[in-house]
């Protein structure tokens, strides 16, 4: 085999090895639905703990909420093919003692609290996140929120019903009047 070959052959085996994740989320995103019927991570009673997490978090407004664009079967898909098992058994055992120190401090498990319970709740833990320096890991919480929004803001729904969405933006507009009503402009 001659080097120019072999140069182009690796260059193949590179561009796959960079493109591979790109392209499972690819296909991934072809998928018409998701089901609850498939979990892969999450039982149904963790299950329904994070949809009551994720709402609480990001609750039905004028836009729909998390569990509206289905975000707590979407984290179990990426607990289930992106996460290596040490963070997938560190993210159970997080929720896991989430709902235990929620029944200790309010005597009930999340599920059982009323709406402005569980916002009492996810303040309190909201503060105590923010107070605690990242030492070696972050409050589950913390951890919890972030997939969360994130999760949301990658849904289409999340997307065109919460930001000033276009496809191809315009030109460059470096002065921009900002008031009150104006939406993050998000594109491609």
């Given at each position: 085999?001659?080097?120019?070959?072999?140069?182009?052959?690796?260059?193949?085996?590179?561009?796959?090895?960079?493109?591979?994740?790109?392209?499972?989320t690819?296909?991934?995103?072809?998928?018409?639905?998701?089901?609850?019927?498939?979990?892969?991570?999450?039982?149904?009673?963790?299950?329904?703990?994070?949809?009551?997490?994720?709402?609480?978090?990001?609750?039905?407004?004028?836009?729909?909420?998390?569990?509206?664009?289905?975000?707590?079967?979407?984290?179990?898909?990426?607990?289930?093919?992106?996460?290596?098992?040490?963070?997938?058994?560190?993210?159970?055992?997080?929720?896991?003692?989430?709902?235990?120190?929620?029944?200790?401090?309010?005597?009930?498990?999340?599920l059982?609290l009323?709406?402005?319970?569980?916002?009492?709740?996810?303040?309190?833990?909201?503060?105590?996140?923010?107070?605690?320096?990242?030492?070696?890991?972050?409050?589950?919480?913390?951890?919890?929120?972030?997939?969360?929004?994130?999760?949301?803001?990658?849904?289409?729904?999340?997307?065109?019903?919460?930001?000033?969405?276009?496809?191809?933006?315009?030109?460059?507009?470096?002065?921009?009047?900002?008031?009150?009503?104006?939406?993050?402009?998000?594109?491609?």
């Open positions: 085999m001659e080097r120019r070959e072999a140069v182009i052959k690796i260059s193949w085996i590179l561009k796959s090895v960079y493109l591979a994740p790109s392209i499972f690819g296909f991934l995103s072809c998928k018409s639905e998701v089901s609850s019927a498939n979990l892969y991570v999450f039982s149904k009673e963790q299950d329904k703990l994070v949809t009551a997490i994720a709402d609480s978090i990001l609750p039905r407004t004028e836009t729909p909420s998390a569990s509206d664009v289905k975000v707590n079967l979407y984290l179990d898909l990426m607990l289930n093919e992106v996460f290596e098992d040490a963070y997938k058994n560190s993210f159970l055992k997080g929720l896991d003692e989430f709902d235990e120190n929620c029944k200790a401090f309010t005597g009930n498990n999340f059982e009323n709406e402005s319970e569980k916002q009492d709740y996810l303040n309190r833990l909201e503060k105590e996140a923010n107070a605690v320096e990242k030492v070696n890991l972050e409050p589950f919480f913390r951890r919890f929120k972030m997939l969360v929004v994130t999760i949301y803001f990658s849904t289409e729904q999340g997307v065109k019903q919460n930001l000033d969405y276009a496809p191809i933006p315009g030109p460059y507009l470096g002065d921009v009047e900002f008031t009150s009503e104006t939406r993050i402009m998000k594109g491609n």
